[in-house]
């Protein structure tokens, strides 16, 4: 069945340390990849995004993403978290037989930042 | 430029009643689709509009409606109100490019309606 996994529910991470943040999709063929944020009460902010090309994508707010196609993969990176990343992160897949601009998300991954 | 706009932002509902909400999409998007936020089922798409039409639907019930407007405003609508229906309803819009299938959708602050 078609899928987007995030395994983690819920992450806590100190400040200043690393973050990755995993996401993992069930598809035929490679979709269209995305990874956004959600700060309570807000809406969704597009991080970056992956159509094709280099799989290794860089965002906003300092984040990055690598494709990795043999582990069906888009995991969300940042060197060093800030307490201001806390939210909810979403990865999303836009699946290329799903029609027009349909996006299948991930649960989701709460980040929980320590100072 | 303005990002997506809905309205109204808070809204509260009993059973049975219908809701219309509201979706500004960004200048010069034409496309707006439609999801649902639950904390027991995430987030879910409803439906994909453009040019007045809609070209893309999700798995609800037929009391989830939608339309489009010739200015790509949009709304949505849904009648007989349930106790589920309570959730974040977030719009987003996108460029509607000719001949492209997916594109980068930019989403609203969502609207959140409480049925009682």
């Avoid at chain 2, 439609?34 to 904390?39: A, E, G, N, S, V």
């Avoid at chain 2, 010739?70 to 001949?99: F, I, K, P």
Wanted: hydrophobic fraction near 30%; include cysteine.
């Amino acid at each position: 069945a078609q899928s987007v996994t995030q395994p983690d529910i819920h992450i806590t991470v100190s400040e200043g340390a690393s973050l990755e943040l995993r996401c993992n999709y069930s598809y035929g063929a490679t979709p269209y990849l995305f990874w956004y944020v959600q700060s309570p009460g807000q809406g969704l902010q597009l991080l970056l995004k992956y159509f094709s090309g280099d799989t290794l994508v860089q965002g906003i707010k300092g984040f990055e993403a690598e494709f990795k196609r043999s582990q069906s993969s888009f995991n969300l990176r940042k060197p060093s978290v800030h307490w201001s990343d806390a939210a909810e992160y979403f990865c999303a897949v836009g699946p290329i037989s799903g029609g027009y601009n349909k996006l299948i998300f991930g649960a989701g991954t709460r980040l929980a930042v320590h100072p | 430029k303005a990002g997506v706009t809905q309205t109204p932002r808070y809204l509260i509902k009993t059973r049975g009643q219908q809701v219309t909400l509201s979706c500004s999409p960004i200048s010069g998007h034409r496309s707006v689709s439609w999801y649902q936020q639950t904390p027991g089922q995430g987030l879910q798409f409803l439906f994909e509009y453009f040019s007045e039409t809609q070209r893309n639907k999700g798995n609800f019930p037929g009391r989830f409606s939608g339309r489009q407007f010739s200015n790509s405003r949009s709304e949505m609508n849904v009648s007989t109100l349930e106790l589920g229906d309570s959730a974040l309803y977030l719009c987003a819009s996108g460029l509607a490019t000719s001949g492209v299938i997916q594109e980068t959708q930019y989403f609203g602050p969502g609207t959140r309606l409480l049925v009682l």
